[in-house]
């Protein structure tokens, strides 16, 4: 079909197949022909990456409305971290519902630090309801040692930022890349057997072509990888102004008070 001819963008499957085959995965796999489209593996056995472009909850709704679809499989999520999810877990795994919702409540409360729309990040809690309901597992993308916190605590506010940017958009394979890490992360515990496919992975735009160059089984929900390249260049340009513009407004706030301060000095010197 022309999604899966669409999804993988570099790697030959002889690099990456050895990778794979390492995780319990072997992408040698070839585009299906038309003889073999109904021969192809359903939601049962895939890999799927859905953007996730943080502004509105579009892509949260249709996920939600599909989930059912990949019942017993597994759901990875950007904002949350694990001592979180393990929380939830727990909640889940006691009768009633009311530990349920008064979790989740803290969860979201939580999360609400990403900067996101109360909307927004009410959709991804509602993710997590979901996916109980559907008996599929969640799991954290990132840890906290790589949020935009941790960067700005080590860096300042604008040098961390640049960085944390960086990080989130590098295309490296290095096993420090955002992506990187969390293709890592998500082919580990799928062949450990604590992520089950079908595997869901819901992140940025900028996350997902270099999602299926590394882990090219991996392909895109709902969109072909034009739309998706597209939308994360739109997205890191955009972050990368904001960044520039804050660095500019500081520099301009800096020059102004190291303006009084020599004049404080001048005075001084008389």
């Known amino acids: 079909s022309t999604q899966r001819e669409d999804r993988a963008l570099g790697p030959s499957r002889e690099r990456a197949c050895p990778l794979l085959a390492s995780m319990g995965v072997c992408a040698s796999r070839q585009p299906a022909t038309s003889a073999e ?3 192809q593996p359903g939601p049962s056995s895939g890999f799927y990456f859905v953007r996730d472009d943080h502004m509105a909850t579009v892509q949260q709704a249709r996920l939600a409305a599909d989930l ?8 990875w999520l950007e904002f949350f971290y694990e ?3 393990a929380a939830v877990r727990a909640a889940f795994a006691t009768p009633g519902v ?11 409360k939580a999360v609400m630090s990403n900067g996101w729309s109360d909307a927004f990040n009410q959709s991804l ?4 309801r979901l996916a109980h309901q559907h008996s599929i597992s969640i799991h954290a993308l990132d840890s906290p040692e ?8 080590r860096y300042g506010t604008f040098r961390g930022r640049l960085k944390y940017l960086a990080n989130r958009a590098s295309q490296e394979n290095d096993g420090e890349g955002a992506t990187s890490r969390w293709a890592k992360r998500v082919m580990e515990e799928h062949a450990e057997g604590t992520a089950p496919a079908p595997v869901v992975v819901m992140g940025g735009a900028e996350h997902g072509p270099v999602m299926l160059e590394i882990v090219p089984v991996f392909e895109f929900m709902y969109e072909d990888a034009g739309a998706v390249r597209a939308a994360a260049k739109a997205k890191v340009e955009a972050e990368l102004a904001a960044a520039k513009e804050a660095k500019s407004e500081a520099e301009e706030e800096e020059e102004a008070a190291e303006a009084k301060i020599g004049s404080a000095l001048a005075l001084f010197s008389r």
């Open 68 to 75: 059912h679809k990949y019942a017993n499989g597994s759901l």
């Open 98 to 108: 009311v530990d349920d919702e008064a979790v989740l409540a803290q969860v979201k």
């Open 146 to 153: 790589w949020s935009l916190d941790a960067f700005t605590e």
């Open 37 to 39: 489209q109904s021969e």
């Open 125 to 128: 809690v509602d993710l997590l």
């Open 83 to 85: 001592e979180q999810l």
